[in-house]
């Protein structure tokens, strides 16, 4: 008579990765409540999470020792007797993340801390257009931005760019204004800098932005539309901002807008990018005999300082971005929506162009920009902290 061997059943990983995932929805959801409600004490992250108190004082404590929360300086005393309670804050003085954003005339490098805001700057024109050459120095400035700030410890780099941006792959997959196809972001900025490094389309990285650290916090819904030299659009519920296969959601440029005429590249005209790209908005100037340049900022200039044709272009723009506007309401119907803009973050008379063409019954819920004064900063910068706030257990262990 044969015998069988029992041999013990292997344990199956999925409950270690459920339990590992569980975890690390847990921190996120523990830093946020410290990003957006700190000082606070782990009582009331509790009650805000709804996690049991010992499962937030262990990621509390977790939390601190990678160096991204600290206990407040001044306890919080209860309404009763006993010991006070001890608050706990970001630690936004140690860490950095650096931020790149390439736009079709320069570049903006950043540096940010764990509040989404700009520790320190600065701005390069193009030198061509050549890909590498452009991302080497993205990769420079950041290094010397690095240097300029003793004490902070980068954790990582978002670059932000328009065009199509495949996240996971972290290349551009085509911008055409700047004649780049398939670039991979990720791995030149990462192998300059030795730096983790994250890429996103920038509407992406802004609507990220707004969700995190503007006004758009705890919206159930956020659609943000970015007019610059590209046009492009991102649209978020709760906290998953929309990609699409291969993350080119949000292409508006070449959504026809009825009535308009301006030539596109495509072969037809009225394309949304031809209407309203800050190059047409520059050209129209220049054969206005506003301006002599390429400089959007010098229309707005020549408006604040009273000239009537720069008055008239800007709110003949905002008017076009308000029926754009409308009509991506129409489409997804958005809590908020948040507009990136040079005429509405200049003038209340542009931003209420904007919300008229949207509605009366919709017109409050339509914002400029949050970063008026760094937006192109913060949007590099916020594709690294968006990471970040997803996934803090992936923070390297810091031993000081």
């Known amino acids: 008579m044969s015998r069988t061997t029992a041999f013990p059943p292997t344990p ?227 906290d998953e901002v929309h990609h699409g296969p291969r993350s080119q959601a949000g292409a508006i440029a070449h959504l026809p807008l009825a009535g308009g005429g301006e030539p596109c590249a495509c072969g037809r005209t009225g394309c949304l990018q031809a209407e309203l790209s800050e190059r047409t908005l520059c050209r129209r100037a220049r054969a206005a005999g506003v301006t002599d340049g390429t400089n959007p900022m010098h229309v707005v200039a020549a408006a604040a300082g009273g000239n009537p044709v720069a008055v008239r272009l800007l709110l003949e723009r905002a008017r076009t971005v308000g029926r754009a506007v409308a009509l991506l309401m129409d489409v997804l119907n958005p809590e908020r929506v948040v507009v990136t803009e040079v005429g509405a973050l200049a003038r209340e008379d542009c931003l209420a162009a904007i919300r008229a063409e949207a509605g009366p019954a919709r017109a409050a819920s339509v914002a400029p920009t949050s970063f008026a004064d760094s937006v192109l900063a913060v949007a590099g910068g916020a594709v690294a902290l968006d990471v970040l706030y997803r996934d803090p257990l992936a923070v390297p262990h810091d031993g000081n």
């Open 12 to 238: 199956s990983p999925v409950p270690r990765v459920a339990d590992s995932a569980r975890r690390r929805t847990s921190a996120s959801v523990i830093l946020r409540s410290v990003l957006e409600h700190g000082p606070v004490a782990r009582s009331t992250i509790a009650r805000l999470t709804g996690l049991s108190p010992a499962s937030v004082t262990g990621h509390c404590a977790h939390l601190s020792g990678l160096g991204l929360i600290r206990e407040a300086d001044a306890p919080r005393r209860g309404n009763g007797a006993g010991r006070p309670h001890v608050p706990v804050d970001l630690d936004d003085g140690r860490f950095v993340v650096g931020g790149v954003h390439v736009a079709v005339p320069y570049m903006t490098v950043a540096l940010l801390d764990l509040r989404g805001r700009v520790v320190a700057q600065r701005e390069a024109k193009h030198r061509g257009t050549d890909p590498f050459a452009v991302l080497t120095r993205a990769a420079d400035g950041l290094e010397a931005l690095l240097a300029s700030a003793p004490g902070r410890r980068a954790l990582g780099v978002g670059v932000a760019v328009g065009g199509w941006v495949d996240r996971d792959a972290g290349t551009v997959v085509e911008h055409p204004l700047l004649g780049w196809r398939d670039v991979p972001v990720r791995e030149a900025i990462g192998d300059r800098t030795g730096l983790p490094v994250q890429v996103d389309g920038h509407a992406r990285a802004l609507v990220n932005a707004e969700r995190l650290f503007g006004r758009a916090r705890g919206s159930g819904s956020v659609l943000h539309l970015f007019v610059g030299n590209v046009v492009d659009a991102a649209f978020a519920t709760r």
